[in-house]
Structure formats: structure tokens, C-alpha cells
């Protein structure tokens, strides 16, 4: 069976997950850009995804959740991030995510690992270490970083933006799952975020998105629907009024 992950910065997010089955529920540091505006995912802070863990864990209490550390913590020290990462398990995550297979990142790894920290490695496009997205086709890099992380304890991969192929070798090399998001059918599961497959997020149209909903354009005409019936006093009615 196939591993279902879709992100949550929010309780309400979370709970219809959690209601709809979802086998983990990632807080994504695309929370930078989904929830808060920014351009790519570098300038959130700890403690915004500290924030998004404990709404999250309140909405999906029995549901395993991967916090990503962001980019702002992985550049400190070792202990530093030690100290992080216990921050976002006593936040509600189960699993901590980091970005890329660096030696410095795979000494953080095992760090973690040593403290019973249970973590998601992330290959392929790796939003905190480029400016715009990009199909990572460098095949036997890929196998490198994914056994250093895999060596290093990690409990499975996340594979963005990897052509088909090698997701494919890669899922069958390897002894740990792999999660693609662009990276073809053949992972162990599939991950993408929320907001961009309910169409609530549409600033970002990548090839591998599918829109399961409109939500942005519901919204709109709700708000316009509101508005509207505000402004011509049919909201609130007898049936909403004391
Ligand atoms: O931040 C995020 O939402 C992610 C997914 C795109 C895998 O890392």
C-alpha cells in the first residue's frame, strides 16, 4: 500500500485529514510561502513552524507528523539543531524533515539519530538550497546522497522533482520508503501540499500538481456573495438575527 502525506499549518487543515485518513501530515516550511507571503521557503522562523506543530497536533491528535527544521536553524551548530529539533517534538511532530544529504547535514542526522529523534531525509529540488525549481536529473548523485542518508538512520526520503526513472531504481535500491513529490508513481508514497492541490494556493503551477479542488476561486465568490448581500442589507436576515 502506498504512504499518503499532504502538509497542515493549521488545525482545521489538520483535522480533515486526520478525518480523511491521511497516513502523516507534514508541516511544511512551504507554510514561508502558502500562509505567509514569502517568495521561496528560506525566511521562516522556528518559531512560526513551532507554532503551525502544536495547531496541527491539536487538529490530528493520533496522526504522525514530520516538521520540517528550517533553514535558519540548519545553518547554526550541531547542538543547536539538536535543540531545535527537541523544540519541534515537544511541539507534537513525530519526525523531524531536513533538506539535502551535505556532510554537514548528515552529521546533524546522526546527531538526532543518537538522541532517538526519528528523521525524514529530502532530495532531488530542495526549496532552502535553490532560488526556483528545477528538475534534478544527476542520477548517480542522487543514489550517493540517498545511501549517505539512508546510512545515516534516516526513516525514508522525500524525492522532489526527480525524473520517473530514477525514483524508480532509487525505490527499488533502497531499503527505507521514498515520498515523491515530481518524482513519478513508482515511490513508496506521495506527498504534495495542501493548499496548491485544493487550488487554494494558485500562485505555483508545477507540472506535477493536481488540482483535486478550486478552493481560491470558491472563495472569492463567497467573499463577493458576502459583500454583496452586506451592502444591500439581505445579510443578516431574520433566520441569523436574535
Ligand atoms: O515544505 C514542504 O511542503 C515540503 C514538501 C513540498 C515536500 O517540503
Not at 526520503?157 to 521514498?178: D, G, R
Not at 513529490?181 to 507540472?207: T, W
Request: aromatic fraction near 6%; charged fraction near 25%.
Amino acid at each position: 500500500m502506498k504512504i499518503t502525506v499532504l502538509t497542515a499549518y493549521d488545525f482545521n487543515t489538520a483535522r480533515a485529514l486526520a478525518d480523511a485518513g491521511i497516513d502523516y501530515i507534514l508541516v511544511g516550511d512551504s507554510l514561508a510561502m502558502v500562509a505567509h507571503g514569502h517568495q521561496n521557503t528560506k525566511k521562516i522562523s522556528l518559531g512560526q513552524m513551532l507554532a503551525s506543530t502544536r495547531a496541527v497536533r491539536k487538529g490530528a491528535p493520533t496522526t504522525k507528523i514530520i516538521t520540517d527544521i528550517p533553514l535558519s536553524e540548519v545553518q547554526k551548530s550541531k547542538d543547536q539543531v539538536l535543540d531545535a529539533a527537541k523544540k519541534i517534538i515537544t511541539a507534537g511532530a513525530n519526525i523531524i524533515k531536513i533538506e539535502n544529504a551535505s556532510k554537514e547535514t548528515i552529521e546533524q542526522i546522526k546527531l538526532l539519530r543518537d538522541n532517538n529523534i526519528y528523521v525524514m531525509g529530502h532530495i532531488g529540488y530542495t526549496p532552502q538550497s535553490y532560488d526556483k525549481p528545477v528538475l534534478v536529473k544527476e542520477r548517480d548523485e542522487l543514489f550517493a546522497s540517498a545511501h549517505k542518508l539512508q546510512e545515516a538512520g534516516v526513516m525514508g526520503i522525500v524525492l522532489e522533482m526527480i525524473p520517473a526513472v530514477i525514483a524508480k531504481e532509487l525505490t527499488e535500491n533502497l531499503q527505507i520508503p521514498t515520498i515523491g513529490i515530481g518524482a513519478g508513481v513508482h515511490c513508496s508514497g506521495q506527498v504534495l501540499v495542501s493548499d496548491d492541490m485544493l487550488g487554494r494556493y494558485n500562485l505555483f503551477e508545477p507540472k506535477f500538481l493536481k488540482r483535486y479542488a478550486n478552493q481560491y476561486s470558491e472563495s472569492v465568490s463567497a467573499f463577493r456573495e458576502y459583500i454583496q448581500e452586506v451592502k444591500e442589507e439581505k445579510f443578516p436576515s431574520q433566520e441569523h438575527s436574535y
